[in-house]
């Protein structure tokens, strides 16, 4: 219902919905790129790059597009001369705009070569050998489709007594697939965005109508999303709050009301509903905080 609603917004007040990513063609025969941002966690990082160099895919075919937060460091520079061996890795420390995550993703986007691209979190961990295999024969089955979603599992519920909930088919960065088609039409992602840009993104992937499948055969582990204070939530209220510039006042305000939906479950017993409840109340004080153009947080 949401969904429909936002659509009817925009027949009657269509904006542009492109990002600020000029997507360059892809080249060189690579069909997959692998594109991970990153900042410390190298404990993780090894994880997902153990995950791709067990994948059943020709080598030369995907690549692993590594961007490293702050200009890099020794020891990401480091890993990525570690993995060089196993996989096709292309290392690119960012420039500028540190801890962006937009900008961090449309620099690693416009890196990549790859005739889809598969954003991945550090922390994420695939659960098939043939993943890329199957994301690629997905894409040519489905000419129809821009996206694949795979199944996300709780990494923690494997830790009995640790929360774990998952939503199992959620288009996020921390494991999904586009065309690199629609990347470019849609312009990537926002530049100013701290956190969840892969949110905004999809925003604007639905409002062009554009299709997703979820694929049940593709699986991964994440951690569940966990609040320990107010600082994540509110750096990600305060990039919606500055989407009004961008967005018409009605599609802006029902984005915002979708966002901080759960805020009340704060007032309910359990955990999940704490943790969802913190994040959305979080989520209203960082969209205040943009309205009063309140110096932005940072966070990660």
Known sequence: ??????KLLYDLFPFDLRGDCQVPAS??????????NFYGRLDLLSGILCSLAEQDYPAGSFEVVLVEDRGGTEAGKQMARDFSA???????????????????????????????????????????????????????????????????????SVIEGHYDFHEPYFMT????????????ELGGFVDQFIGQEDVEFVIRFLLSARKSLNVAELGYFHPPLLVGNLRKPMAVGQSFGRLRGRYPWLIWLLVLANCSRHAPLYLLPGRRNREM??????????????????KGLQYG
């Open 27 to 36: 080249r060189d025969g690579i069909e997959i790129s692998c594109v991970i």
């Open 277 to 294: 409840g913190r994040f959305g109340i979080g989520f209203i004080a960082g969209v205040i905080a943009a309205l009063f153009k309140k």
């Open 1 to 6: 219902m949401r969904e429909a609603a936002a």
């Open 86 to 156: 196993a996989l096709p890795i292309v290392y690119v420390p960012l420039d500028k705009n540190f801890g962006n995550m937009g900008y961090s993703r449309n620099y690693g986007l416009a890196a990549s070569r790859g005739e889809c691209v598969l954003f991945l979190d550090d922390d994420t961990v695939l659960l098939q050998r043939d993943f890329l295999r199957v994301v690629s024969e997905k894409f040519l089955e489905h000419p129809e489709i821009d996206a694949l979603v795979p199944r996300g599992q709780a990494s923690f």
């Open 173 to 184: 960065s921390r494991c999904t697939a586009y065309r690199r088609r629609v990347l470019s």
